[in-house]
């Protein structure tokens, strides 16, 4: 059996993707792989190039933007790996980043082990944070970029760890999906991904369920991957941002109350507010001073299109 499948979701990455799938085959030498490429009708051929470039790929071609988590289980179903990576096509693989993880989570499976991660690098090298708490409506009243500054200074006992240094082997709650290895046990045990998530919060709920079926989530500092970070979400700001909340508050619906909802809810429109307070009293600033608006302008639109958003009907619909 093959020692692990890639999964990549690809859309309009057709460089990033190439770079991707090179640093795979340079930096994975220890096991056996089989690449998935899914690609969701991507404008500029990416499927294209890697039917031309990477001939050992398998890919999937799809006529439409089936979105990320469906994407990604059309992989699952055709992957015959003893463990199963969904990776990020914006990702770039250094130091047998994968080598490192499947021994570790062979290694430790035995303890439990289900769900193995590692520490993203921005392009220059720095941490990217990646690691959170699952939801709890109190933190997310401080685990926010309003008080990042003030609350990662206070932050000496780790209680919020989108805050934490990233820098010591330990169980989490959860990761940004951007590199996550589970073993074919838990994929059997728990499931394909929810499809209902277009894209966004697909991780946070399968990492959830992963928990509840018994299984740990382990971080591993000394692993790294160099990760460029949302180039396909940032094609379309605004479109994106809503579709954050749209699955998140499918998330809230499917693991939490109707009042949890509700007061996540609240708190989100007090915080919109805030946000959109902020970027109009910069963009007055900045035009007395003659400094460029632009940024403020794409923030503005960018919290009046949410606000909007949420009067509508659509944000107010029920999964069953």
């Known amino acids: 059996m093959i020692d692990v499948s890639i999964i990549i979701v690809s859309w309009n990455t057709v460089d990033l993707l190439r770079k991707c799938l090179e640093s795979i085959y340079d930096e994975t030498t220890k096991y056996t792989i089989e690449i998935i490429v899914i690609d969701n009708d991507s404008p500029d051929n990416s499927a294209d190039m890697v039917a031309k470039e990477f001939s050992d790929v398998k890919l999937i071609s799809n006529k439409d933007n089936k979105g990320f988590a469906p994407a990604n289980n059309q992989g699952l179903e055709i992957a015959s790996g003893r463990n199963i990576l969904f990776l990020n096509p914006d990702t770039i693989v250094i130091k047998n980043a994968i080598d490192k993880m499947v021994e570790y989570i062979d290694e430790n499976k035995k303890n439990g082990a289900g769900i193995v991660t590692c520490k993203l690098l921005n392009d220059d090298g720095t941490l990217q944070k990646s690691?959170?708490?699952?939801?709890?409506?109190?933190?997310?009243?401080?685990?926010?970029?309003?008080?990042?500054?003030?609350?990662?200074?206070?932050?000496?006992?780790?209680?919020?760890?989108?805050?934490?240094?990233?820098?010591?082997?330990?169980?989490?709650?959860?990761?940004?999906?951007?590199?996550?290895?589970?073993?074919?046990?838990?994929?059997?045990?728990?499931?394909?991904?929810?499809?209902?998530?277009?894209?966004?919060?697909?991780?946070?709920?399968?990492?959830?369920?992963?928990?509840?079926?018994?299984?740990?989530?382990?971080?591993?500092?000394?692993?790294?991957?160099?990760?460029?970070?949302?180039?396909?979400?940032?094609?379309?700001?605004?479109?994106?941002?809503?579709?954050?909340?749209?699955?998140?508050?499918?998330?809230?619906?499917?693991?939490?109350?109707?009042?949890?909802?509700?007061?996540?809810?609240?708190?989100?429109?007090?915080?919109?507010?805030?946000?959109?307070?902020?970027?109009?009293?910069?963009?007055?600033?900045?035009?007395?001073?003659?400094?460029?608006?632009?940024?403020?302008?794409?923030?503005?639109?960018?919290?009046?299109?949410?606000?909007?958003?949420?009067?509508?009907?659509?944000?107010?619909?029920?999964?069953?």
């Open 131 to 320: 690691v959170n708490n699952f939801f709890s409506f109190w933190s997310s009243l401080f685990e926010n970029r309003f008080f990042a500054e003030l609350f990662k200074k206070l932050n000496t006992k780790k209680t919020f760890m989108s805050y934490w240094d990233h820098n010591e082997l330990r169980e989490i709650d959860w990761s940004y999906g951007a590199v996550i290895l589970i073993t074919r046990e838990v994929l059997d045990k728990v499931g394909y991904l929810d499809d209902r998530f277009y894209i966004y919060a697909e991780e946070m709920d399968y990492y959830l369920r992963v928990r509840k079926a018994g299984y740990k989530a382990i971080f591993l500092p000394d692993v790294e991957i160099i990760h460029l970070g949302k180039s396909s979400s940032r094609q379309r700001r605004a479109v994106m941002f809503i579709q954050n909340y749209k699955s998140f508050y499918l998330f809230l619906k499917k693991h939490y109350s109707f009042l949890t909802y509700y007061a996540y809810r609240v708190r989100t429109f007090i915080f919109l507010f805030l946000w959109l307070f902020k970027y109009s009293a910069q963009f007055i600033v900045h035009k007395i001073l003659s400094k460029s608006t632009e940024e403020d302008k794409n923030q503005i639109e960018v919290y009046s299109k949410t606000i909007k958003w949420h009067f509508t009907c659509e944000s107010f619909l029920r999964y069953e």
